[in-house]
């Protein structure tokens, strides 16, 4: 039994392309287009962040009664993580009680003047300035402000 030859077309000029071809090369081009397209706009979206407005509210903490010096206070911010203001030679400063090292909660020393997380052996100074330790950067801090013998600290509305 012999094979059955299928005739194939023959194009003299070769620039003939079959249906087929064309259809497959039409997908192929439009599937390029919308996968780099694709591409693109998330690579823009990832280089150039959408700015998002971040409210801030002042919310009241305490009264300067409450709080003599060395006195330290704990809070809860607007995105609920842990807080502490700290009246240090009657300046007052608040700042985040998470560590930026790996988010263990520090503790304010007030005899050492000096805030320490116990996870790493992290130390920080009454300003939050990271001292010693992994810790790569100082605390998160807050804006305090004083109306009335309010002392008011502003955090982000959630």
């Given at each position: 039994?012999?094979?059955?030859?299928i005739?194939?077309?023959?194009n003299?000029?070769?620039n003939?392309?079959?249906r087929?071809?064309f259809?497959?090369?039409?997908?192929?081009t439009v599937?390029l287009v919308?996968?780099?397209?694709?591409?693109?706009?998330?690579?823009?979206k990832y280089?150039v962040?959408a700015?998002k407005k971040v409210?801030?509210?002042?919310?009241?903490?305490?009264?300067?009664?409450e709080?003599?010096?060395g006195a330290?206070?704990?809070?809860?911010d607007?995105l609920?993580?842990?807080?502490?203001?700290?009246?240090?030679?009657?300046?007052l400063s608040?700042f985040?009680k998470?560590?930026?090292?790996?988010g263990?909660?520090?503790e304010?020393?007030?005899e050492?003047?000096?805030?320490f997380?116990?996870?790493?052996?992290?130390?920080?100074?009454?300003?939050?300035?990271?001292?010693?330790g992994?810790?790569?950067?100082?605390?998160?801090?807050?804006?305090?402000?004083?109306?009335?013998?309010?002392?008011y600290?502003?955090?982000?509305?959630?």
């Amino acid at each position: 039994m012999q094979a059955k030859d299928i005739p194939m077309e023959e194009n003299s000029s070769g620039n003939e392309v079959s249906r087929r071809d064309f259809l497959s090369n039409a997908a192929m081009t439009v599937g390029l287009v919308i996968s780099l397209g694709t591409a693109a706009i998330y690579g823009l979206k990832y280089l150039v962040p959408a700015k998002k407005k971040v409210k801030y509210v002042d919310v009241l903490v305490g009264n300067l009664s409450e709080l003599p010096d060395g006195a330290s206070l704990e809070f809860v911010d607007g995105l609920g993580k842990k807080a502490i203001l700290i009246n240090n030679k009657g300046k007052l400063s608040a700042f985040s009680k998470i560590c930026t090292h790996l988010g263990c909660e520090v503790e304010w020393q007030a005899e050492k003047k000096q805030f320490f997380c116990p996870c790493h052996k992290g130390y920080f100074d009454a300003s939050g300035k990271n001292i010693a330790g992994p810790p790569p950067r100082p605390l998160d801090k807050y804006k305090v402000t004083v109306k009335d013998d309010n002392i008011y600290v502003s955090v982000r509305e959630v």
